[in-house]
């Protein structure tokens, strides 16, 4: 869902997170072993603001410091079934990728974990101020609720009719969201999200399923084997599953993610999809958990080469610049952010895509001929990576 801003010193005790189980007695930091997932235990609790109902029917947050195996309604819906075999899927992708990027940082993830009455639930785990990144989170969401029309809008992307105003639609929602903002400005921002929907049938409009999501990444320069790194990782999960998957997704991409008011792309791409129930549900639920489950290798190799390079404060600042772009069009454009704030989701999640730093400079445009300027006409002009 919507792709952010929280989090605990860093000199937290740590504990691994097991589901089901209690933390294992929390370990001094300087004997963090990083090839074993570690994170934050929560930290104590403080008043939370309530969403007023009238926005939201989605229950309030009951904050819990031990992760239930499943966060699915028990009895109700199965393990075996779509929704609870994609829970297992992005359970295990938020695990395996928290994993890799705190034992490339050499920082715990500090975890705030809830359920709702009723089933559903929400895992936020945010790493901040790290010896790479200045932010990565990765947050994993089961919601039972209804919603607005407006919400059913954004979820859908486009009007319905024979829907009356004020009407509440019945829905399941499930996700992985995450975004990755580095230090260095030669090292690129990514972000990946993977959802499945459903709607119940209501008021004679029929029940509804769908898969969306994707993975992109946005750095602040051009550097053409970067991309074609990353590109050529999703093309290759695609042509596993669909050769026509790869072009019709890199388009989609970099249709999306278009900043309109810029006339400019976010980044330079990668692959999304939504709405998309075209096969069969089993077929979209494996490649999508083949994609998630690409990510590390994906963007990791990139920002390791690049997270140790010298820059200037000239490149700072083009970072800060273009970290304002990434906040116009989460803030503006994104379905997942607009359909979160709708619908009354945990705003900290919501907002766990935003950078801690960015800058709008007025009317700042790079010199010509500049590596900011082309990396500006990349935004403008898609390119082929691979």
Known sequence: ???TAMVQPLGCTLGRVQHGSKHIPAVPRQKLNLHSFQVCTPAPRRQRRTVPMAVSSIPKENYIDTTPGSLLRPGVDSADSIRGRFEKAIRAAQDSICEAISAADGTPFRQDAWTREGGGGGITRVLQNGNVWEKAGVNVSVVYGSMPVEAYRAAVGHDISGIEKGSRIPFFAAGISSVMHPHNPHAPTMHFNYRYFETEEWNGIPAQWWFGGGTDIT????????????????????????????????KWCDEYFLIKHRGETRGLGGIFFDDLNDRPAEDIL???????????????????????????????????????????FNLVYDRGTTFGLKTGGRIESILMSLPVTASWLYDYVPAEGSPEADFLDATKKAREWV
């Open 1 to 3: 869902m919507g792709a």
């Open 219 to 250: 750095p602040n320069y051009v550097v053409p084997e970067d991309m074609a790194h990353f590109h050529g990782t999703l093309k290759g999960v695609c042509d596993r599953h669909d050769p026509e998957y790869y072009p019709r997704f890199k």
């Open 286 to 328: 494996a490649f999508s958990t083949d994609a998630m489950n690409a990510v590390v290798e994906a963007y990791v190799p990139i920002v390791t080469a690049h997270k140790d390079d010298a820059f200037d404060p000239k490149q700072r600042e083009w970072q800060q610049v273009r970290r304002g772009r990434y906040v116009e």
